[in-house]
């Protein structure tokens, strides 16, 4: 972990702690996690990148929206802080084969599968199509995760941070050899059923109670 990731991600769990009440559900799944491996969690908030983040006691690889990285200052930041920048509406393939390219070199990776920030909060059904092909060309674990309370402490418009329990629930490894080697769908097929599924694996993580809802 370098030091502009170590500064990012220790300032974050400060904040989160003391202005979000912020906890992790299930943790040992992502403590216990080893090798590659592509998480994908649901999409609420500006926040939601440092909030799975800081769930990981490593360092991880996201994806960032291209315009963040106009000015200097931030391109210098957001590149020493591992994000990856990528046209939200036309993902570009350079930065899709990046990302299977640190996955296979064992690194972890945070994917949003919706593609951009709902405004309601509530979780899609599909996904995008793109995150299927990283889990067939990457051929890693794929971990679920889910936010719950992001969308309350700053939701999509907002300009400034509302003191909001903030809870990330941690799912399973999901092996996903079975979709990607299943012959009878086809390649387009293939990708979109597999975005689908994770996002329905999202779907089903819950609150073990009702704080952060």
């Known amino acids: 972990m370098g030091f502009w990731y170590w500064l990012g991600h220790t300032t974050a769990k400060v904040v989160g702690k003391l202005f979000l009440s912020y906890r992790v ?9 080893e090798g590659g491996a592509l998480i994908v969690s649901n999409h609420v908030s500006f926040l939601d990148p440092p909030l799975v983040g800081i ?31 990528v046209n939200q509406a036309r993902p570009e393939l350079s930065a899709l084969k990046l990302v299977i390219d640190l996955l296979k070199k064992g690194e972890k990776v945070l994917i949003f599968p919706e593609g951009e920030r709902t405004w309601d909060g509530k979780l899609k ?18 971990l679920p995760v889910r936010l719950f309370g992001a969308d309350k402490a700053m939701p999509r418009g907002a300009k ?13 490894p999901i092996d996903m050899t079975e979709m990607i080697d299943d012959p009878e769908l086809s390649t ?26």
């Open 160 to 172: 400034g941070l509302r003191k909001h329990p903030v809870t990330l629930v941690v799912g399973e």
């Open 188 to 213: 387009k097929e293939r990708y979109q059923a597999i975005a689908d599924r994770l996002m329905e694996e999202i779907a089903k993580l819950e609150l073990s109670d009702t704080r952060g809802e």
């Open 125 to 142: 059904e599909k996904g995008l199509a793109g995150v299927g092909m990283i889990v067939c060309k990457a051929r890693v674990p794929v």
């Open 25 to 33: 559900q299930n943790g040992k799944s992502f403590k216990n996690l």
């Open 55 to 85: 769930g990981y006691p490593r360092a991880m690889y996201y994806f960032a929206r291209k315009t963040l990285f106009d000015h200097p200052v931030a391109n210098y930041l957001f590149r020493r802080m591992n994000a990856i920048p």
